[in-house]
């Protein structure tokens, strides 16, 4: 089943901070997170593995809680490049290696 | 370093036709995925190649759908013959090992009418 992410999409000013949640009804092993823009390939943002681990990557971060099988992706003083759509893909088990992605966030940063 | 690519980028069938779409992933991948996304819904694993052995193929569809990774380079994926249901993109991605990163290509969109 796949995961289950919110919202489903979000309009933001230049500067405005974001926070897309991922949820899934099984364990997981790893979040995968990327960004696509209209007709161009999904970008990998980051993975977060198993362990209650947190990222950063310039003013985008995530956090994996495991427990509550569910990851957020927060965008700070978001830019209008951050528009696209951001999907969670998840990993049930190491060396499950196959990815099982949600219905994606629709962000548009707007001037 | 050249990313994964995919060919064609657009393609526009009529139903019963034979599709072929190919991918090259990043060089050194062994690894090499296909997954589909159909209008509005969520991106689907279709199946996994490490080399030129098929790992994973349970989110293969049905019969119709045939994928070769032979020398374990480039991989396609027939459709054939092709229904309308079959519409949607199709994105190739590849990691040097399973539990990487999986880089995407740009997808190959297909119409079938």
């Known amino acids: 089943q796949q995961p289950v992410q919110s919202p489903q999409a979000v309009i933001l000013r230049e500067g405005e901070d974001a926070v897309i949640n991922c949820s899934s009804s099984?364990?997981?092993?790893?979040v995968h997170w990327y960004r696509q823009k209209h007709g161009e390939a999904p970008v990998f943002l980051m993975i977060?593995?198993?362990?209650?681990e947190q990222k950063g990557h310039d003013k985008i971060s995530a956090s994996f809680n495991e427990k509550k099988q569910q990851s957020s992706l927060y965008l700070t003083a978001s830019q209008l490049s951050y528009s696209g759509t951001y999907f969670c893909g998840t990993e049930e088990r190491f060396g499950n290696e196959k990815l099982t992605f949600g219905t994606g966030t629709r962000l548009t940063i707007i001037p | 370093e050249a990313g994964v690519t995919q060919f064609p980028s657009h393609s526009v069938i009529e139903k019963g036709q034979t599709v072929t779409l190919r991918c090259d992933p990043i060089s050194g991948h062994d690894n090499l995925y296909w997954y589909r996304r159909v209008m509005g819904k969520e991106i689907k694993f279709l199946l996994h190649f490490v080399k030129e052995s098929k790992q994973d193929e349970s989110g293969m569809p049905n019969n119709r759908f045939l994928a070769e990774r032979t020398g374990g380079t480039y991989s396609t994926l027939k459709v054939q013959p092709a229904e309308l249901e079959d519409s949607g993109v199709y994105f190739c991605?590849?990691?040097?090992?399973?539990?990487?990163?999986?880089?995407f290509g740009p997808g190959t969109r297909l119409l079938v009418l």
């Open positions: 099984k364990a997981l092993y790893s």
């Open positions: 977060l593995l198993k362990g209650g």
């Open positions: 991605a590849s990691s040097q090992e399973g539990w990487e990163t999986q880089y």
